[in-house]
């Protein structure tokens, strides 16, 4: 067989994706190149399945493993290999590495992944299935995802995991689905083990497993839709919330784009800043409260609703808006006539992004106004207006009027 080359000046960096079979599950290619690899960094199970192969120097993964990594790009231009779990492009180390050497410096060979095993072995088609890594991430990111009917593989940290996940589904109301543990998978360890969400009583389970949720919503289950203006019911709040039908015309007029932060000035309950980060898992929010009780039950909302990464600024705008990123939109819905608060988020916005501020006062909507005469943008007026009893009749009650402006910096 022909010498495999092992790395030219482009390509100095060969990352590996391992299963847990070891050194069975390689290529030629992938043990020629581990078998002269002068320097070989992984985890240190990664390094005992192939130790067999190894002549070079085993470099085990740092803590912090920002460490490593100063190592790895220490060798740049030498021969240098990394191991990795599966495939080193789905949530591995291959994501991390690409942030520091380009793909032409990479040689990377591919082992299946988790999921896919996953759903190789539950005969469920992978572009159905929503796939959650909960690796060192909240457990409450899997809740946008419960749906019923919908079949779920969500990657654990540990071998407490699954009856972590198994609770949490019990609290949301998905007691009655099954959940299938999937141990080692790949390797002579693996094992199936399926039980019902609130039966859950699996123990000792591999550290290395994957939970198959096949969802089964049971009454009053906590389902997030999937359109902008969630049922006010769905938010903790003290009054102090943007309603239903004035969120979901906000969230339009903010007209979310991928991976765009947004600002929540005078934030509430959350609910805008958590909508908007909904809309895509790529969004990012801050969310600015003022009170202390109000931020705190920002931050239960977020978890409940499954955007725990929502960050929490807490103080009085505009002094708390020093020094936070740069937003691509921000929201003003409480606080916005203080001094200095609309000026400030306009200064602070890029060039490009949009502005939208309610009014339900009339000291805050003649600022509206006046902005508007002065910067152009778009006025709108929604009234709003539910029926209620009326004796034994019904009548309509009228809400507060919303005055809205939009605006985009040029």
Known sequence: MPETPFATPQRWLTVIGLGEDGPVGLGDEAKNLISRAPVLFGGTRHIELVAKLMTGQAQSWLSP??????????????????????????????????????????????????????AARLGWPLQTVATVSLHGRPLDLVRPYLHK???????????????????????????????????????????????????????????????????ISDAGARILPFATGFSDALFEHDGQITKREIRAITLSSLSPRHGELLWDIGAGS????????????????????????????????????????????????????????????????GGGSHPGVVDTAISALRVGGRLVANAVTTEMEALLLAEQAKRGGSLIRIDIARAVPVGTMTGWRPAMPVTQWSWIKP
């Open 65 to 118: 493993f920002e460490r490593s990594i100063d190592l790895i790009l220490a060798r740049r231009g030498m021969p240098t290999v990394v191991l990795a779990s599966g495939d080193p492009f789905l949530y591995g180390v291959g994501a991390t590495l690409a942030r520091f050497v380009a793909c032409e410096e990479m040689k990377v060979i591919p082992a299946a992944s988790s999921f896919s095993q996953a």
């Open 149 to 215: 009917g919908r079949k779920i593989l969500v990657l654990t940290s540990d071998g407490q995991g699954p009856a972590q996940l198994a609770s949490l589904l019990v609290e949301a109301g998905f007691g009655s689905s099954q959940v299938t543990v999937l141990e080692a998978l790949g390797g002579p360890r693996e094992r199936l083990s399926s039980q019902k969400a609130e039966e859950f009583s699996l123990r000792d389970i591999n550290p290395l497993n994957v939970c198959a949720i096949d969802v």
């Open 270 to 333: 959350g609910s805008i800043g958590i909508e908007w980060m909904l809309a895509d898992p790529s969004m990012r929010a801050i969310a600015i409260e003022m009170s202390a009780e109000r931020a705190a039950r920002i931050r239960r909302n977020a978890c409940s609703l499954g955007v725990p990464g929502l960050v929490i600024v807490e103080g009085e705008a505009p002094g708390t808006l020093a020094g936070l990123s740069v937003p691509d939109a921000i929201f003003i819905g």
